[in-house]
């Protein structure tokens, strides 16, 4: 049985960090090669996402943030730093575009990707490339679906928002789903969205740090205490998480555990560690990184349509 549409994007998630590779048994299922969409912040290559068509419609998917291993990627050191810096900018403003509160650093990177650079098309005209060749070779379906790891579950969200605002696309369904996304806006923005025709579910392992922060009122006690460390104004902003949320759960296959439906909805070890003297974050990293990856047999390949009960197939 082919895998469901929830799978294949959590591999088209995968790709956006290496575009030239999509491992054999984790296939999207592209009719062609995507479109890759970069854009630079001070001459390097922070923004990055794929945009290409499958049958059942358009997938955008927006890459994480670039891992913290310098030499793993064909980035060096600078882009990564230049990444993590822009995750850093997370002053909470009013943005041009957005309803409420949005991250700014994350905004900006949305407003770099979204138009079109010297010769190359943004996003929204990639987009609509994909959905005038359907127009022509009735290959796929009219129908939008977003993605991302991290950094790119935030910037799919707030894609998603402008995309369910195009004039031409309200007739197109937009369905996201973010995986370990980062939070994108505050409560204004969570209301909107929420309001919005957007079918979205994320993903989210309770031991990742990642999807409660920025902060809001719902972050766990453990996540403030790291925030603290890193800057302690983190700690104090208010951000909320959009969407339906997908967490392990026991006896997820027990009887009366359904699978999360999506297509049409519209519904809205650590403190210990950082108590101890002479243990920094370093000491945190490998267990960080392990919650927060999505490679075969991690936590979210696990839950993502398997440890939910999908039994839905294609």
Known sequence: MPNCMKRRLLYASSQAYQPKMEMHGRSVGWLEPPMVVRREM??????????GRVPEGVVVAFRGSLPPFFGA????????????????????????GFAGGVHLGFAESMRRLWV????????????QAMLDQTLLDRKSRRHLFVTGHSKGGALANLFAWRAARVGAWMDMPVSVATIAAARAGNAE????????????????????LV?????????????RGVARTLAPKLAAMDYHAVGLRVAPVAHAHAKGHPHQRWAGSRRRILPSLLGRRGLGLEALLPSVLKAHAICPDSGYDRLICQGEGCDHGG
């Open 42 to 51: 001070a001459h390097r290559p922070i923004d990055l996402a794929l945009v």
């Open 73 to 96: 990627y064909e980035d060096d050191g600078w882009t990564v730093l230049l990444d993590w810096l822009n995750d850093a900018n997370s002053l909470c403003v009013q943005e041009p």
């Open 116 to 127: 079109d650079g010297e010769g190359e098309l943004g996003v929204r005209h990639a987009v």
């Open 189 to 208: 923005f969570a209301r909107a969205y929420a309001a919005e025709r957007i079918a979205c579910l994320r993903y989210e392992l309770t031991s990742d």
């Open 211 to 223: 999807p409660h922060l920025p902060p809001g009122r719902d972050t766990p006690d453990w996540v």
